[in-house]
């Protein structure tokens, strides 16, 4: 069974930054892909970033680009997500999500992922 356990969030100023951690348990860490997606009040969950298994590629929504980074800690079995530049916007709950397969754009299309249970980050104006 996938355990994913997210960390790192919390209230922060506009144009500060936060970087989210997201440990997993239950498999080889290195032969899945991992990402985040996010979900605002009154909003569907929508896809952040994602990373393959190495840790060679990555993919990034648009609104995001620039700003937030993807990367992955083989040895630790954790995934991070650095978020610079923060906006109102980016307020959400964060997920962790690991892919069944070794490629970013199975988890960017949710294919089955698993879930971390969230982790609030909260932009102030």
């Known amino acids: 069974q996938v355990q994913l356990v997210e960390s790192g969030g919390g209230l922060v100023q506009a144009g500060g930054s936060l970087r989210l951690s997201c440990a997993a348990s239950?498999?080889?860490?290195?032969?899945?892909?991992m990402g985040w997606f996010r979900r605002a009040p009154g909003k569907e969950r929508e896809f952040v970033s994602a990373?393959?298994?190495?840790?060679?590629?990555?993919s990034y929504d648009d609104s995001v680009k620039g700003r937030f980074t993807i990367s992955r800690d083989n040895a630790k079995n954790t995934v991070y997500l650095q978020m610079n530049s923060l906006r109102p916007e980016d307020t959400a709950v964060y997920y962790c999500?690991?892919?069944?397969?070794?490629?970013?754009?199975?988890?960017?299309?949710?294919?089955?992922?698993?879930w971390g249970q969230g982790t609030q980050v909260t932009v102030s104006s």
């Open positions: 239950g498999r080889i860490f290195r032969d899945y892909a």
């Open positions: 990373i393959n298994g190495g840790g060679s590629t990555t």
């Open positions: 999500a690991a892919g069944r397969t070794f490629q970013a754009i199975d988890v960017r299309h949710s294919v089955g992922n698993y």
